[in-house]
């Protein structure tokens, strides 16, 4: 029987780090961890919809997997995006939000600096998922 060429898949980097799966056990912080680890790792693109650090950025590879995020914060986690495991995973972050954050980090130093230090300018009214239930807060 002759054999068809497959389409060649992408290897996984055998060097880079990998998130130790350990089922139910783990707390919050290891799954923020997580969360972070796979922002870096997958190289999600992201673009800026507002002006500044803070404000809408759009994330993802394609139209039918991107998604909005919100930037309220650089230190706190009130930030949002529309994707389903920010919706249920109550940890107020994903590897959205993350990817984001990394690469707000990679800009300039002294930008993120201060913008860390006065916070976001906008006033919001918006749902905290860390709280169960979630409950209205404003900025
Ligand atoms: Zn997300």
């Not at 780090?17 to 783990?26: E, I, N, S, V």
């Not at 009130?78 to 990679?106: F, M, W």
């Not at 002294?110 to 239930?133: C, H, Q």
């Amino acid at each position: 029987m002759a054999r068809t060429p497959q389409a060649k898949r992408p290897r996984r980097n055998q060097h880079a780090p990998r998130a130790r799966y350990r089922g139910w056990d783990t707390s919050d912080q290891d799954e923020i961890e997580r969360r972070r680890l796979r922002a870096t790792q997958e190289a999600i693109p992201v673009r800026p919809l507002d002006g500044g650090l803070f404000g809408a950025y759009l994330v993802g590879v394609s139209p039918g997997r991107q998604y909005r995020v919100e930037i309220r914060s650089l230190s706190e986690h009130i930030n949002s995006c529309a994707c389903p495991d920010y919706r249920v995973n109550g940890l107020g972050t994903c590897k959205h939000i993350e990817a984001v954050l990394a690469q707000l980090q990679k800009g300039p130093k002294r930008a993120y600096k201060a913008a860390a230090e006065t916070g976001s300018p906008y006033v919001e009214i918006f749902l905290e998922r860390r709280e169960r239930p979630p409950r209205a807060r404003v900025l």
